[in-house]
Nanobody, 123 residues
Framework: QVQLVESGGGSVQAGGSLRLSCGGS??????MAWFRQAPGKEREGVAA???????RYTDSVKGRFTISQDNAKSSVFLQMNSLKPDDTAMYYC???????????????????WGQGTQVTVSS
């Protein structure tokens, strides 16, 4: 059974950094991604990475966040720098096995989800 387990969330002041990690229990995935959901808002895609290393970012995090993966393509990381209060949300790791897509950020398309890790950025 596929399980995704996130770690690395926490509370930081604006301008600070956090690194999120997500392990996929040794399974290999075609795409892995990070989503986030703030209270009262819809879940949104933050960053995705394909098996061959193609990346995609939502505009609001470009230049500040970096997604990466391990060689086994079963773990994904999100380095978050220059954090802003608007980045406050529950962050979720997601993975899929869909072939033919390149780092998608569609919420409905991902098959596997972690339970989330909270990121809080204070001003």
């Amino acid at each position: 059974q596929v399980q995704l387990v996130e770690s690395g969330g926490g509370s930081v002041q604006a301008g600070g950094s956090l690194r999120l990690s997500c392990g996929g229990s040794g399974y290999t995935f075609m795409n892995m991604a990070w989503f986030r959901q703030a209270p009262g808002k819809e879940r949104e895609g933050v960053a995705a990475i394909s098996r061959i290393g193609t990346t995609r970012y939502t505009d609001s995090v470009k230049g500040r966040f970096t997604i990466s993966q391990d060689n086994a393509k079963s773990s994904v990381f999100l380095q978050m720098n220059s954090l802003k209060p608007d980045d406050t949300a529950m962050y979720y790791c997601a993975a899929d096995r869909r072939a033919g897509l390149s780092a998608p950020l569609d919420v409905s398309g991902f098959q596997y989800w972690g339970q989330g890790t909270q990121v809080t950025v204070s001003s």
